[in-house]
């Protein structure tokens, strides 16, 4: 199965995504999580990636593609993947895309997580308190939900057309919204 996770920052996306890798037994792949290991390593990846995602943007297209892709291509793949992160804008989409069309295989299926704006900025704000991640400071998390706005929603769009689409509303407890999901992946099955 070929699943991708798409959502605002602060929606819960990661730990859903933790979630839904087990039940599926698919391989999870995190952007987000990549990025943070290659500067905790300090790989050149790693330290080009830093300033952007220091100040909430989004790091250029071919950097995240090329490790992505090198990605997708490991034998471990084989067994499906649940892409958490990526694509973040059109032209993300559109390269795996083409990258998937190279390896005969096809999305499932993509979720998105929604919640509304204040709600995300104050699920962030107390993150920030416990994680401690460097991203996750009021003028970043400003950014970071612009940079969604402005580049990602337009994702959803792009797979809505392809009818590969469900949205799943993402307040509530953990366990609630992840029944949510669970039940969008079966109506998809029975669409599908
Ligand atoms: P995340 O953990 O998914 O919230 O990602 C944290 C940061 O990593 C983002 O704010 C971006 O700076 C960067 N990042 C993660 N995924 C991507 C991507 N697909 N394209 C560009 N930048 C990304």
């Known amino acids: 199965m070929h699943v991708i996770f798409v959502g605002p920052p602060g929606v819960g996306k990661g730990t859903q995504a933790h979630r839904l890798v087990g039940e599926l037994e698919v391989v999870h792949l995190s952007t987000g999580e990549i990025l943070r290991a290659a500067m905790d390593e300090q790989s050149p990846l790693g330290v080009e990636a830093k300033q952007y995602v220091e100040q909430g943007k989004l790091v250029p297209d071919h950097l995240i593609v090329d490790m992505i892709g090198e990605r997708l291509n490991r034998p471990d793949c084989e067994v499906g993947w649940l892409l958490d992160g990526f694509p973040r804008n059109v032209s993300q989409a559109r390269a795996?895309?083409?990258?998937?069309?190279?390896?005969?295989?096809?999305?499932?299926?993509?979720?998105?997580l929604t919640a509304p704006?204040?709600?995300?900025?104050?699920?962030?704000?107390?993150?920030?308190?416990?994680?401690?991640r460097a991203d996750d400071n009021p003028t970043t998390i400003?950014?970071?939900?612009?940079?969604?706005?402005?580049?990602?929603?337009?994702?959803?769009d792009y797979y809505r057309r392809q009818s590969l689409l469900q949205e799943v509303d993402g307040l509530g407890s953990p366990?609630?919204?992840?029944?949510?999901?669970?039940?969008?992946?079966?109506?998809?099955?029975?669409q599908g």
């Open 96 to 112: 795996l895309d083409a990258m998937l069309a190279e390896q005969g295989r096809r999305i499932d299926l993509v979720l998105a």
């Open 117 to 132: 704006v204040e709600e995300l900025k104050k699920r962030l704000l107390k993150r920030a308190e416990i994680e401690g």
């Open 142 to 156: 400003a950014q970071r939900l612009v940079v969604y706005e402005q580049q990602t929603a337009p994702v959803l």
């Open 175 to 190: 366990d609630a919204v992840f029944d949510r999901i669970r039940r969008a992946m079966d109506a998809d099955r029975q």
